[in-house]
């Protein structure tokens, strides 16, 4: 699976973005499809995952309630919608994927991952 990401940019605290994951050669019919983000000096953080064939969902808990994560079938896409953005979620953002055969409970080890997208910045202004 070869993953194309988009979306990011600089913004003020408080508005949104929208990051967007597609896959080409292979769809993510049995795959799930997350954003991490890393910050200069700090690990690798899982922000969202979506299940595609079931759409089971975690967000960690910095983004839960002003993160929404969604699939499009017809675009064969993973969104990311950032609402309320703060200082803190100013990261690279990259995507992945996972066979779902390494399990839902595999999802926070990054190293469990296969697939990567490039990465895209998000820098939010206070």
């Known amino acids: 699976v070869q993953l194309q990401a988009s979306g990011g940019g600089t913004v003020q605290a408080g508005a949104s973005l929208r990051l967007s994951c597609a896959a080409s050669?292979?769809?993510?019919?049995?795959?799930?499809v997350g954003w991490f983000r890393q910050t200069p000096g700090r690990e690798h953080i899982l922000v969202a995952a979506?299940?595609?064939?079931?759409?089971?969902?975690f967000y960690a808990d910095a983004v839960r309630g002003r993160f929404t994560l969604s699939r499009d079938t017809a675009r064969n896409s993973v969104d990311l919608q950032m609402n309320s953005l703060e200082p803190e979620d100013t990261a690279l953002y990259y995507c992945?994927?996972?066979?779902?055969?390494?399990?839902?409970?595999?999802?926070?080890?990054?190293?469990?991952?296969?697939?990567w997208g490039q990465g895209t910045q998000v820098t939010v202004s206070s």
């Open positions: 979506i299940r595609w064939r079931d759409e089971l969902t």
């Open positions: 050669g292979r769809t993510f019919s049995r795959h799930t």
């Open positions: 992945g994927a996972i066979e779902d055969r390494a399990g839902w409970s595999r999802i926070s080890d990054r190293d469990s991952w296969q697939y």
